[in-house]
């Protein structure tokens, strides 16, 4: 009869070949997919720095839209009919410097499937309010943002007789203009509205190794470019000035596509409470 240490370590092994067996399943399916994690249109705060050669780094977290052009690029041939579109988040990092009182140039960075999915390069205008100070102020930002994703491997999850490796790759773009106006009452609290439009464009393509066995010559398969359109109005308040919290209350419309799958195929709407931090060198 065994013991209790026995049972213990044979149910101790059988739970981790258990959970390695999940996890495997789980990695493997992930990584067959192929998908973009695309920003929506983005409000700019309506005040800039008001310093020529004043810096400002930022930390936000938004609303995005996650296109999945397919579920499974390593099938032979893939399922391109059954895209996924969801609604999503997407975290970015932000640099900008002041060119001059009215002027702001500035990039993003994105996470992604490689560390890094993507970037923007923006201008921010002051249109009314330049300096810092109580008063009224009014901005508008132009943007043009890339995305990008890969996933590679071979046939489902298993390489032997006739099967292949494959790899895939989609890119993004979202290009857009927001405009924004406020007050900012004293050092500690602004309070703004605004809007903004963004156009999208995404394409990809699967590449399949000739077969293992060779009974399959090597394949490609361009995926068709899909085009979107987002639009976000904003209530936002900022809490400082050289270091300031963000909290927007945003109402975002999507236009994608009505295909496939997802909460955001077609066109929807969806109530977004969004949140950043912004630290701005002295401007004063």
Not at 165 to 186: C, E, I, P
Request: proline content about 4%; some cysteine; hydrophobic content about 35%.
């Amino acid at each position: 009869m065994k013991s209790i240490k026995a049972w213990a370590r044979e149910g101790s092994r059988t739970g981790a070949q258990i959970a390695m067996s999940l996890s495997l399943a789980l990695l493997s399916s992930a990584c067959t997919s192929l998908n973009l994690n695309m920003s929506s249109a983005e409000v700019p705060s309506p005040e800039l720095p008001g310093r020529k050669g004043a810096h400002e780094v930022s930390f936000h977290y938004d609303e995005s839209t996650r296109y999945e052009f397919t579920a499974d690029a390593s099938r032979r041939p893939p399922t391109l009919n059954d895209p996924s579109t969801q609604i999503s988040r997407l975290a970015s990092g932000r640099g900008a410097y002041s060119m001059a009182e009215w002027l702001e140039v500035g990039a993003k960075v994105f996470p992604g499937s490689r560390l890094i999915g993507g970037g923007a390069l923006q201008a921010r205008f002051a249109l009314w309010g330049i300096g810092s100070g109580p008063g009224w102020k009014a901005s508008a930002l132009l943007s043009v943002a890339g995305h990008l994703a890969s996933a590679s491997g071979d046939q489902d999850g298993t390489f032997g007789n006739g099967g292949h490796n494959w790899k895939a790759d989609a890119t993004g773009q979202t290009s857009g203009m927001g405009l924004s106006v406020g007050y900012r009452f004293n050092d500690s609290f602004m309070m703004f509205v605004g809007a903004a439009q963004a156009d999208q464009s995404l394409r990809g393509r699967i590449q399949h190794e000739r077969s293992d066995n060779g009974s399959s010559p090597e394949a490609t398969y361009d995926l068709s470019e899909v085009r979107a359109r987002s639009r976000t109005g904003i209530l936002g308040f900022r809490f400082g000035r050289q270091v300031q919290g963000a909290l927007d209350l945003r109402a975002a419309e999507r236009q994608w596509p009505n295909q496939g799958r997802g909460d955001a195929r077609g066109t929807s709407t969806e109530a977004v409470i969004a949140a950043g931090l912004v630290i701005n060198s002295e401007n004063r």
